[in-house]
């Protein structure tokens, strides 16, 4: 005699937490006892070459208000334009800086912030140098699907007008979504729009 299966139902597609930030930032979520400190919380030491600079921001969604779930992920190379990778096959990356870091957003602010350098150019497929830019991954409730971005840097003007892919960009006037603000002196703001008028262009990769 055939016997009714208990099927579960289905997780809603469009959650991506809390276990996002209970599994990637165990610290930041209130769990010690795993890491020291959260993976990616890191990226430079004393011996890191480089000018130190600092990026932050906020990840903001279309009614204008701070996304409080978000969690941030960075890639850049280092100050050579190197890639802590084994696919970078140019050179030796600098092994005093990660080139990666991760960090959960402010739970009232929605606020992230990196201690990072200041990275070199680096070739784009066709051996063009692109500009100097930090790749920005972002995911948080309803974002089942990473979104990618890049911060260029406001006083990368001519290194800017060369890039290859912010020249793929067909309406110009968003391009400044992807400038950050020098608020001091190697003190950088970069605010990710998700929607609205002034929604941060996200690429295809």
């Given at each position: 005699m055939t016997q009714a299966l208990g099927y579960l139902k289905e997780t809603a597609s469009q959650t991506a937490g809390p276990y996002v930030h209970i599994g990637l930032t165990p610290n930041a979520s209130g769990i010690g006892g795993v890491y020291a400190a959260d993976l990616g919380a890191g990226m430079v030491s004393d011996k890191t070459r480089g000018?130190?600079?600092?990026?932050?921001?906020?990840?903001?969604?279309?009614?204008?208000?701070?996304?409080?779930?978000?969690?941030?992920?960075?890639?850049?190379?280092?100050?050579?334009?190197?890639?802590?990778?084994?696919?970078?096959l140019r050179g030796t990356a600098d092994p005093n800086f990660t080139g990666w870091g991760r960090c959960a957003c402010d739970?009232?602010?929605?606020?992230?912030?990196?201690?990072?350098?200041?990275?070199?150019?680096?070739?784009?497929?066709?051996?063009?140098?692109?500009?100097?830019?930090?790749?920005?991954?972002?995911?948080?409730?309803?974002?089942?699907?990473?979104?990618?971005t890049r911060m260029y840097f406001p006083d990368e003007a001519e290194a800017n007008a060369e890039d290859p892919?912010?020249?793929?960009?067909?309406?110009?006037?968003?391009?400044?979504t992807l400038i950050a603000r020098e608020e001091a002196s190697n003190n950088y703001v970069f605010d990710i729009h998700l929607q609205g008028e002034r929604e941060t262009v996200f690429l295809d990769i």
């Open positions: 000018t130190r600079i600092s990026v932050s921001g906020r990840v903001i969604d279309g009614a204008g208000a701070p996304l409080r779930d978000g969690l941030v992920e960075i890639w850049q190379a280092d100050a050579a334009g190197l890639h802590n990778s084994p696919a970078e739970g009232e602010t929605g606020r992230f912030a990196f201690d990072t350098i200041k990275p070199g150019r680096v070739p784009y497929r066709d051996r063009r140098l692109m500009a100097p830019h930090i790749t920005f991954w972002i995911v948080a409730r309803g974002i089942n699907l990473g979104l990618h892919v912010l020249a793929r960009i067909e309406h110009r006037s968003r391009v400044a």
